[in-house]
Nanobody, 118 residues
Framework: QVRLVESGGGLVQAGGSLRLSCAAS????????MGWFRQAPGKEREFVAA????????SYADSVKGRFTLSRDNAKNTVYLEMNSLKPADTAVYFC???????????WGQGTQVTVSS
């Protein structure tokens, strides 16, 4: 089992920044990939960013490229999502997820709310 706990959400004005954290515990050595997803009210959950643990390769949704940066601290088993130039369209609950294979994400955090006011 891998437990994920997100933090860092909040209310920010458009153009502002936030940094989300996702702390992993448990069988973290089984992690193949960690990602961030978000779900806005009335919408499907969507991919935001991910990192492949062994290669440190990152990927981003087109909607956040150039504004969001995913990084990690191996010693703390924590991944971060630095979000800059935030827009009202970024308002959502942000979830951290971990995958132990190339297929699906197996573990999910409880989510943290990000609200961007115009």
């Amino acid at each position: 089992q891998v437990r994920l706990v997100e933090s860092g959400g909040g209310l920010v004005q458009a153009g502002g920044s936030l940094r989300l954290s996702c702390a992993a515990s448990g069988r973290t050595f089984t992690t193949h990939r960690m990602g961030w997803f978000r779900q806005a009210p009335g919408k499907e959950r969507e991919f935001v960013a991910a990192v492949t643990w062994s290669t440190d390769t990152t990927s981003y949704a087109d909607s956040v490229k150039g504004r969001f940066t995913l990084s990690r601290d191996n010693a703390k088993n924590t991944v971060y999502l630095e979000m800059n130039s935030l827009k009202p369209a970024d308002t959502a609950v942000y979830f951290c997820a971990a995958a132990i294979s190339t297929l699906n994400y197996n573990y999910w955090g409880q989510g943290t709310q990000v609200t961007v006011s115009s």
